[in-house]
Nanobody, 119 residues
Framework: QVQLVESGGGAVQAGESLRLTCVAS????????MGWYRQAPGKQRELVAT???????NYADSVKGRFTISTNSAQNTVYLQMDSLKPEDTAVYFC?????????????WGQGTEVTVSS
C-alpha cells in the first residue's frame, strides 16, 4: 500500500508563494507519475500539474508560468512551488501517485493540504 503525505499548505496574501511537498512511502511497484490536484469549495477536483518518471511535465493553463512541479532524485517526493498566488488558487491540494504494475495503473491519493489565498 502506498501512503502519500502532503505538507506546506497555509494561508497567504495574493502575490506570495508557497511550496507543497508530498512524500510517498510504503509498498509500491513503480510510481510512473506523480502530481497535484486541487478542489475548491463547491467545485470538482481538477488537475494542477503532473510529472512523469521520464521528466515530462504537464500544467493546467491557469497555473502555467506561476507553478513549478519537481521531484527529488529518488522520485518518491514531489514538490509544487507556487508563486504569484491568486485568490482563485484557494483550494485543498491533493497529491497523486500512479503505481504501475504490468499494464495496469493504480492511483493513490494523499489526505490533502489546504491553501488559502486572500486578496
Amino acid at each position: 500500500q502506498v501512503q502519500l503525505v502532503e505538507s506546506g499548505g497555509g494561508a497567504v496574501q495574493a502575490g506570495e508563494s508557497l511550496r507543497l511537498t508530498c512524500v510517498a512511502s510504503g509498498r509500491f511497484f513503480m510510481i510512473t507519475t506523480m502530481g497535484w490536484y486541487r478542489q475548491a469549495p463547491g467545485k470538482q477536483r481538477e488537475l494542477v500539474a503532473t510529472i512523469h518518471i521520464g521528466g515530462s511535465r504537464n500544467y493546467a493553463d491557469s497555473v502555467k508560468g506561476r507553478f513549478t512541479i519537481s521531484t527529488n532524485s529518488a522520485q518518491n517526493t514531489v514538490y509544487l512551488q507556487m508563486d504569484s498566488l491568486k485568490p482563485e488558487d484557494t483550494a485543498v491540494y491533493f497529491c497523486n501517485a500512479e503505481d504501475q504494475i504490468g499494464d495496469r495503473y493504480f492511483p493513490h491519493w494523499g489526505q490533502g493540504t489546504e491553501v488559502t489565498v486572500s486578496s
